[in-house]
């Protein structure tokens, strides 16, 4: 039997919404929060620091590749430090950035 209902929670690879392209193109314009550089690539918050939180596109922050994927060694990136590792070496708390982003493209496209 088919299912016809809606998914009352996002399924967790669940495509973003037009509104959440565009704030993901919005963030990409960034620069990284913890150098400066340009690109960046964007990162979703999966973490408060010490545990698991739901992944949404609304919950991104931008990062240079350096700081964001594991290959550019054991003691730069988000991915080999984690959440709490990375705010302990850079001093960004990454969740409270991508809910400061989310909350200033509300409020500049309301």
Request: aromatic fraction near 8%.
């Amino acid at each position: 039997m088919k299912v016809t209902h809606k998914r009352i929670k996002p399924k967790a690879g669940a495509a973003p919404t037009a509104e959440e392209r565009r704030f993901m193109a919005w963030v990409a314009e960034c620069a990284c929060l913890a150098c400066g550089r340009r690109p960046v690539t964007l990162h979703h918050v999966t973490s408060d620091g010490f545990k698991r939180i739901s992944r949404s596109h609304k919950r991104i922050v931008p990062l240079c590749a350096m700081h964001h994927l594991i290959q550019h060694g054991p003691t730069v990136s988000v991915e080999a430090l984690g959440h709490y590792g990375f705010k302990a070496r850079w001093g960004v708390d990454l969740l409270v950035e991508a809910e400061r982003l989310w909350e200033n493209y509300a409020n500049s496209h309301a």
